[in-house]
T-cell receptor, first 114, second 111 residues
Framework: DADVTQTPRNRITKTGKRIMLECSQTKGHDRMYWYRQDPGLGLRLIYYSFDVKDINKGEISDGYSVSRQAQAKFSLSLESAIPNQTALYFC?????????????FGEGSRLTVL | GENVEQHPSTLSVQEGDSAVIKCTYSDSASNYFPWYKQELGKGPQLIIDIRSNVGEKKDQRIAVTLNKTAKHFSLHITETQPEDSAVYFCAASRAGNQFYFGTGTSLTVIP
């Protein structure tokens, strides 16, 4: 089983709908992140959380919200989806205490907003 | 905030040739520079990284160089193989906190 699991893997929705993307991890890491990937724009940080009580905005947080339900779970919500939120979304974890700060990514959630 | 630029956006090389991808960063406080490889349909995976107290690091066919004065770092892949075909991302970070990614390079190795 994957260490960082994202659900759903693919989702098609309509403008105005509320969408939740979920991420769970078995790595025991405190830090979790949500990134968005668009062609030609790379990976951009939406929100990050360094522990259960810590939530921080990233570069592009407008239109998104997050919830850190437990150390292992970090959810991304689009309250009212719009077409320009069509993208590939990645959850990631890290543990700087292990020395490298390496990010471990899930396999992505592809969201299409019509 | 940090700004990371990456070039080229696409790169095609013949199998066995070398590939070089270059990145520049803007924040002189950044001190950790990882490189990630993303295969089709998968999430990015770390392939090599370098810290600001080191000028070069090598791992088999992959090497990374860092020029702190010029604020640029590069990924070098020698003796390329078809399985090296992927999208590569550079990133910059202060002590493994927020990571700022480049826009990616799509590498194709032609057999």
């Amino acid at each position: 089983d994957a260490d960082v699991t994202q659900t759903p893997r693919n989702r098609i929705t309509k403008t105005g709908k509320r969408i939740m993307l979920e991420c769970s991890q078995t790595k025991g890491h405190d830090r979790m992140y949500w990134y968005r990937q668009d062609p030609g724009l790379g990976l951009r940080l939406i929100y990050y959380s360094f522990d259960v009580k810590d939530i921080n905005k990233g570069e592009i947080s407008d239109g998104y919200s997050v919830s850190r339900q437990a150390q292992a779970k970090f959810s991304l919500s689009l309250e009212s989806a719009i077409p320009n939120q069509t993208a590939l979304y990645f959850c990631a974890t890290s543990d700087p205490g292990q020395g490298t700060g390496e990010l471990f990514f899930g396999e992505g959630s592809r969201l299409t907003v019509l | 905030g940090e700004n990371v630029e990456q070039h080229p956006s696409t790169l095609s090389v013949q199998e066995g040739d070398s590939a070089v991808i270059k990145c520049t960063y803007s924040d002189s406080a950044s001190n950790y520079f990882p490189w990630y490889k993303q295969e089709l349909g998968k999430g990015p995976q770390l392939i090599i990284d370098i810290r600001s107290n080191v000028g070069e690091k090598k791992d088999q066919r992959i090497a990374v160089t860092l020029n702190k004065t010029a604020k640029h770092f590069s990924l070098h892949i020698t003796e390329t193989q078809p399985e090296d075909s992927a999208v590569y991302f550079c990133a910059a970070s202060r002590a493994g906190n927020q990571f700022y990614f480049g826009t990616g390079t799509s590498l194709t190795v032609i057999p």
